[in-house]
């Protein structure tokens, strides 16, 4: 079945770098945009950065770009997000994310993985 694990997540302070990995098993990752997705205490899912099953397109929402970079190793069957210049606003669990085709424009995610916590705090 469809496995998504991630890590690297943890508490560090503003301005800070964290790199998060999913490692994945189960599927023909190749085939397959992927996204990280985060929520925060007592508000919506997010979606924070999506890739197309290559990796020639991406995509952030507007409070990350610039600070974020996902990306992909297809031969790893991993997902990754470089975090930058944290800020508080950023704390919350991050979940890799899987679409259901190779590109993600219209679709909807159809599995996440177990999340990893990601505190920004001084």
């Known amino acids: 079945q469809v496995q998504l694990v991630e890590s690297g997540g943890g508490l560090v302070q503003p301005g800070e770098s964290l790199t998060l990995s999913c490692t994945t098993s189960?599927?023909?990752?190749?085939?397959?945009?992927m996204s990280w997705v985060r929520q925060a205490p007592g508000k919506e899912l997010e979606s924070v950065a999506r890739i197309t099953n290559g990796g020639s397109s991406t995509s952030y929402t507007d409070s990350v770009k610039g600070r974020f970079t996902i990306s992909r190793d297809n031969a790893k069957n991993t997902l990754y997000l470089q975090m930058n210049m944290l800020r508080p606003e950023d704390t919350a669990v991050y979940y890799c994310a899987k679409y259901p085709d190779p590109v993600y424009s219209g679709r909807t995610i159809e599995q996440r993985g177990q999340g990893t916590q990601v505190t920004v705090s001084s």
């Open positions: 189960g599927f023909s990752f190749r085939h397959y945009a």
